[in-house]
C-alpha cells in the first residue's frame, strides 16, 4: 500500500515537471530563445512570431524569429555594429535555422542544433549544438559547443577533426557579395564551450548569467567598441506582459544593453470565432408547406423575393450579384466582403435564404463570385439546414451532406440584380509605405493620401486606379545610386519614390472562366510604380484540388520616374508557368519557372506556412541565369512575406488582409512585375481543402 | 459608359469634396472593401475617450422599463433578461427564431442566445461563443435526476471546433442543481421552472472566457 503511493508521488512529481518547463523561455539579443547573446535548446510555442530589437555597443540588432514547426526556427536579422571598417558602420543582414533534435524528457534535457548567419556576409556566422534542462519550472540550464563566431574565444581543436582533418580548418568566406549558403564552412575550425543558467525568480522576472564562447575579436579589436574583460554576461528579463518583454543586460563587463521583444501568435486572435454580430437563426417551413408551388405562377413573386434577399446579404457583408429561381431549387450568386472565412459566409446566406424562399424550394445552390468569376458552387439542402442548426455536430453533418462543385456549370443560369453594373466604388484615405535596409537610413517612411476608385463596367470587367500624394515622409530622400550589370529593372526605386505625387495604378481588367476549371485574366495599363503594359493569365484549379498549375505572360515597358503616363524606352516580355500545391496542415509551396524582368531565365520556390484565420508567413528565394557576381550584394533575390488578416487585430471581421514582404536586398536579377488580382489567391479560398479547414464557423 | 461614367462621379461629388477634409484623419468611401478600417477604428476609439462613459443598465433597471408599450414595440416578442456576472453586462433578449424545440433570443445589439427548453445550446456574437452543447442527458437528468454527461463545442484560434465534455449531476429538485466536472473546469448550473414544468430564471455557464449567463423570462 505504502508503495503504491509514493509510485503514485513520483508519477505526479514527473507529471508538474514536465508541464512546468515550456513556457519561461527568453529572447537572446539575436532576438531567438535563448539567455543574453548565447542560444539555448529551447523552442519557441510552435508558429510563434518574436519581434526583438536589441541595443548594446556590440550592436543593434533587429530580428524576426517564427516558429515554422513545433521543432523549426527561422530567423532574419538586420544589425548595425559602428565602426566595422574604415567605411564606418556595417549593415549586415543575416538568416538563422534552429532545429530542436530531442525535446526534453524527465531527465534527458533538449538538445537542438543551430545555423547562425547561414547566409549572408557571415558576420555572425557560427554553428552550435545546445542542450537545456529544465530544474522544476523555475531553473533551466544550458550547455553547449559553438563553432564559427561561437567558437572565437577559448577555442580548441575541433573534436570532429578526429572523423577527418577537413573540421580543423574554417575556410573564409568565398563570396563577398554573400548571400551563398556556406555549407563547406559548418562545424570547421575552432570549437568552444558555452552555457548559462536562466533561473525564472517570479512569473515576470528572469534572471540570466551565462559564459560566452564569442571573443568579438573584431567588435572589441579594431572597431574598439567596448572590452572583452569576462567571458561572463549578466541580463535581467521582465515581462510586461506575456507577449512583451523588456531584458537588461552586462555584456562582457564593459557594455550594457537592452532588449525589447514581443510575441504574436497567429494561432491566438484577440478573440476565438471573432466577435461579429449574431447570424439570423434559421427560419424552418411549417409541416407540409413545401408542397405549395402556387407562388410559381405569380410573376411579381421573383423580384420581391430577389430585393428581400438582396437586403438581408446587404446588412451581413454580402452582396447579391445574381439569383436563379426554379420550383424546387434556387441558385444564388454572391460577392463576399465582410468574411474572410468563406464557411462563415455560405452559412449565412443559407440562413438567411430560409427567411425569403418560397417553402418549395428544397435545393440551395450558392456560388462565390469573385470579380465576376464563380468560383465554386456550394450545394445544400433546406432541409439539412433546419435539421442541423443546433445539432451538436451540425457543422460536420452539415459539411457532410454539402456538395462543393465547380461554380461554371451555373455561371449563366442566375439572373443578374438589376442596377448592379455599371457601379463606381471608391475611397479616399491615408495609407503608409516603407522602405527599408538602405544603409543611409534604415527606415524610410511616407504617409501618403491615396484615392482608389473602381468602376465596374460589368460582371469581371472593372476600371480601377489609384492616386498616392505624399503628405509626410522621407523616401524622396533617398540618392542612392547602386551600379548595376543589368538592365535597371527595379534598382531605380529611389527614384520613382521621389514623385510626390504618383499614378500607382490604373488599370482594365477582365475575368473570366474560359471552361471547367479554368480561370482567365487580363489586365491592361499602369500595371505597378515602375512597369506598364498587358498581363495575361490562366489558371488550372480544379475545385477539389490540393494542386493547381498556372500561366501567365506580360508584354512591359518601364514607366517614368514621375510616376505620370509617360514611359521609358525599356521594353521586355516576362512570363512564368507556376505550379501550387497545399501539402495540408497549412503547408503551401508554389514554384514559378520562366523569365524575369532584367530578360534572366530561372525559377522561384515559395514556402508558406498558412493559418485557417488567415495569417501567413513564408519565405521565397529566385534563381536565374545572372551570376551571383553579376546579381551584386545579396547573390540572389530573396524575401519573407507576412500576411496579417485585419481580423485578428481588429477582433470583428474586415474582410481584409495586410501583406508586409520583407525584401533585404533589391536588385535588377530575378524581378517581377506586381500585377494586382493574380488568380491563385482570387479562386482557392472557395476551394477544397481550404472550405474543409475553415468550416468550423459554418454555424458562427 | 462615358457619359455614365461622368454622371455617376457627379453624384459622388460633394462626398468626395466631404471626404478630402477628412482624408488625412481616417478613411472614407463607398467601398467597405477598400477603405482603412484601421484609422476609423482609431477614429472611433478617440472619439469614445472623449465620451462620457455611459452607465451601463442593471437587470433591475431593465425589468422596470419594460412597460406594456416597449412590448407593443418589439411586436409582441416573448422577453427576457440575461446578465453576465463576468463582465456585469445585462441586456434585454427578445425571440426571434424558432426551430424544433429550440428558441433563439436576440439583444439589440445582434447578440444572440439559443436554448433548448430552457438550456442553453449556443451563443452568437459574445466572442469565444459556445458553438453547440449536446444536453440530451442532462434534459432526461432534469426531470428524473442522476448523472449526465454534456458535450460542448467551442472555435479554436484557428476556426477549429474544440469539443469538451462535462460529467454532471443533477439534483431534479426546484431549482435543480447541476454539478458538472471537466478535464480542468468546474462549473454549477442552476433551473427555477414554474407550475408548468417551464424554465423561468436560470444560471448557465457559457464557456471558460465568458463564464455564466443568467437569463430570467419576462411573462406579461
Redesign the interface.
Known amino acids: 500500500m505504502a508503495r503504491k503511493g509514493s509510485v503514485v508521488f513520483f508519477v505526479s512529481c514527473l507529471a508538474t515537471w514536465v508541464q512546468a518547463n515550456p513556457a519561461g523561455y527568453t529572447y537572446s539579443s539575436y532576438g531567438t530563445p535563448g539567455l543574453i547573446d548565447m542560444p539555448t535548446a529551447e523552442v519557441a510555442e510552435d508558429a510563434e512570431l518574436g519581434v526583438t530589437y536589441s541595443s548594446s555597443a556590440a550592436a543593434n540588432r533587429a530580428t524576426l524569429t517564427f516558429q515554422l514547426a513545433p521543432r523549426l526556427s527561422g530567423s532574419f536579422r538586420y544589425s548595425m555594429i559602428e565602426n566595422w571598417s574604415a567605411g564606418g558602420a556595417l549593415y549586415d543582414r543575416s538568416f538563422d535555422l534552429r532545429y530542436q533534435l530531442v525535446d526534453e524528457r524527465a531527465v534527458m534535457p533538449a538538445v537542438a542544433v543551430g545555423f547562425q548567419d547561414f547566409i549572408g556576409t557571415g558576420v555572425y556566422s557560427g554553428e552550435y549544438i545546445a542542450a537545456t534542462k529544465h530544474f522544476g519550472s523555475a531553473l533551466a540550464v544550458t550547455a553547449g559547443m559553438g563553432w564559427g563566431r561561437l567558437g572565437s574565444y577559448k577555442g580548441f581543436e575541433n573534436p570532429l577533426g578526429a572523423l577527418d582533418s577537413r573540421f580543423e580548418t574554417r575556410p573564409t568566406s568565398r563570396a563577398a557579395t554573400g548571400g551563398q549558403i556556406e555549407s563547406a564552412k559548418w562545424f570547421r575550425g575552432d570549437a568552444a564551450l558555452f552555457g548559462g543558467i536562466a533561473w525564472r525568480a517570479t512569473d515576470k522576472l528572469t534572471l540570466k548569467a551565462e559564459y560566452s564562447s564569442d571573443a568579438y575579436t573584431r567588435e572589441t579589436g579594431a572597431a574598439g567598441l567596448f572590452q572583452h574583460k569576462t567571458p561572463l554576461n549578466f541580463g535581467i528579463d521582465y515581462a510586461y506582459r506575456p507577449d512583451l518583454h523588456l531584458q537588461a543586460y552586462a555584456l562582457h563587463g564593459s557594455a550594457i544593453g537592452f532588449n525589447l521583444n514581443m510575441r504574436i501568435?497567429?494561432?491566438?486572435?484577440a478573440?476565438?470565432?471573432?466577435?461579429?454580430?449574431?447570424?439570423?437563426?434559421?427560419?424552418?417551413r411549417a409541416a407540409g408547406a413545401s408542397a405549395d408551388l402556387g407562388w410559381v405562377t405569380d410573376a411579381d413573386q421573383a423580384p420581391a423575393i430577389r430585393q428581400r434577399l438582396a437586403d438581408l446579404l446587404a446588412r451581413d457583408?454580402m452582396q447579391l450579384e445574381g439569383l436563379a429561381l426554379a420550383p424546387t431549387a434556387a441558385t444564388v450568386h454572391i460577392r463576399v466582403?465582410?468574411y474572410l472565412?468563406r464557411p462563415q459566409a455560405i452559412g449565412r446566406t443559407a440562413r438567411i435564404l430560409t427567411y425569403v424562399l418560397p417553402a418549395s424550394v428544397e435545393t440551395l445552390r450558392i456560388v462565390p463570385v469573385e470579380n465576376g468569376m464563380p468560383t465554386a458552387a456550394v450545394t445544400l439542402q433546406r432541409s439539412h439546414v433546419?435539421q442541423f442548426?443546433?445539432?451538436?455536430?451540425?457543422?460536420?453533418r452539415m459539411f457532410a451532406t454539402a456538395d462543393i462543385g465547380d461554380g461554371t456549370a451555373n455561371a449563366a443560369a442566375a439572373t443578374p440584380v438589376p442596377g448592379l453594373y455599371?457601379?463606381?466604388?471608391?475611397?479616399?484615405?491615408?495609407?503608409v509605405k516603407g522602405s527599408l535596409f538602405d544603409p543611409d537610413n534604415p527606415v524610410r517612411l511616407d504617409l501618403n493620401?491615396g484615392l482608389?476608385a473602381?468602376?465596374d463596367?460589368a460582371p469581371g470587367l472593372t476600371l480601377s486606379g489609384q492616386l498616392q500624394h505624399r503628405?509626410v515622409g522621407n523616401r524622396n530622400e533617398s540618392s542612392r545610386f547602386d551600379p548595376s550589370a543589368l538592365p535597371r529593372v527595379r534598382s531605380d526605386a529611389n527614384i520613382y519614390n521621389k514623385a510626390d505625387t504618383a499614378l500607382s495604378d490604373l488599370t482594365l481588367g477582365y475575368y473570366f472562366r474560359p471552361g471547367e476549371a479554368l480561370y482567365g485574366r487580363v489586365t491592361v495599363g499602369y500595371l505597378e510604380s515602375m512597369y506598364a503594359g498587358l498581363s495575361t493569365e490562366v489558371l488550372w484549379k480544379p475545385v477539389n484540388s490540393r494542386f493547381a498549375l498556372g500561366a501567365e505572360v506580360n508584354r512591359l515597358r518601364q514607366r517614368d520616374f514621375d510616376q505620370d503616363l509617360g514611359l521609358r524606352a525599356y521594353q521586355v516580355t516576362t512570363g512564368h508557368l507556376s505550379a501550387y500545391y497545399d501539402w495540408g496542415r497549412g503547408y503551401h509551396t508554389q514554384l514559378d519557372l520562366g523569365r524575369y524582368l532584367a530578360g534572366d531565365w530561372g525559377g522561384t520556390l515559395r514556402l508558406d506556412r498558412e493559418?485557417?484565420?488567415g495569417w501567413r508567413v513564408g519565405a521565397y528565394a529566385t534563381l536565374t541565369d545572372v551570376s551571383a557576381s553579376e546579381f551584386g550584394e545579396g547573390s540572389f533575390d530573396k524575401g519573407i512575406m507576412v500576411t496579417i488578416p485585419?481580423d485578428h487585430?481588429?477582433?470583428r471581421p474586415?474582410?481584409?488582409k495586410t501583406e508586409a514582404l520583407l525584401q533585404p536586398i533589391l536588385r535588377d536579377g530575378g524581378a517581377r512585375v506586381k500585377v494586382d488580382g493574380r488568380l491563385y489567391e482570387k479562386v482557392r479560398s472557395y476551394h477544397q481543402p481550404e472550405m474543409r479547414?475553415?468550416w468550423?464557423?459554418f454555424?458562427? | 459608359m462615358g457619359a455614365v461614367l461622368a454622371m455617376t462621379l457627379a453624384r459622388h461629388i460633394p462626398k468626395l469634396a466631404a471626404c478630402v477634409l477628412l482624408a488625412t484623419l481616417a478613411a472614407c468611401g463607398n467601398d467597405p472593401t477598400t477603405a482603412s478600417p484601421g484609422l476609423a477604428s482609431l477614429q472611433q476609439g478617440f472619439a469614445g475617450l472623449f465620451k462620457p462613459a455611459q452607465p451601463r443598465p442593471t437587470a433591475a433597471q431593465i425589468r422596470a422599463a419594460v412597460t406594456p408599450q416597449v412590448r407593443q414595440q418589439l411586436g409582441g416578442a416573448t422577453l427576457a433578461v440575461t446578465e453576465m456576472p463576468e463582465t456585469g453586462q445585462a441586456a434585454l433578449v427578445y425571440a426571434t427564431g424558432r426551430n424544433g424545440d429550440v428558441t433563439t433570443y436576440s439583444t439589440l445589439d445582434n447578440v444572440t442566445f439559443a436554448y433548448q427548453r430552457g438550456v442553453l445550446v449556443g451563443t452568437r456574437g459574445l466572442g469565444f461563443d459556445l458553438i453547440t452543447a449536446d444536453v440530451g442527458d442532462v434534459q432526461r437528468a432534469l426531470r428524473q435526476g442522476g448523472r449526465a454527461v454534456r458535450v460542448h463545442r467551442y472555435l479554436d484560434g484557428e476556426d477549429a471546433l474544440q469539443i469538451r465534455s462535462f460529467i454532471c449531476d443533477i439534483t431534479a429538485t426546484n431549482p435543480a442543481r447541476e454539478i458538472c466536472q471537466g478535464q480542468d473546469t468546474r462549473f454549477e448550473n442552476e433551473y427555477q421552472f414554474d407550475a408548468g414544468g417551464r424554465v423561468i430564471r436560470s444560471r448557465q455557464w457559457v464557456g471558460p472566457e465568458r463564464q455564466y449567463l443568467i437569463t430570467e423570462q419576462l411573462d406579461e
Open positions: 501568435n497567429p494561432r491566438k486572435p478573440v476565438y470565432g471573432g466577435s461579429a454580430g449574431a447570424p439570423l437563426p434559421v427560419m424552418p457583408g466582403q465582410r472565412n433546419e442548426e443546433h445539432d451538436p455536430d451540425g457543422a460536420w455599371p457601379r463606381l466604388r471608391w475611397s479616399l484615405g491615408p495609407s493620401a482608389l473602381a468602376y463596367i503628405l493559418f485557417a484565420n485585419l487585430v481588429f477582433g474586415v474582410g481584409r479547414k475553415q468550423g464557423r454555424w458562427r
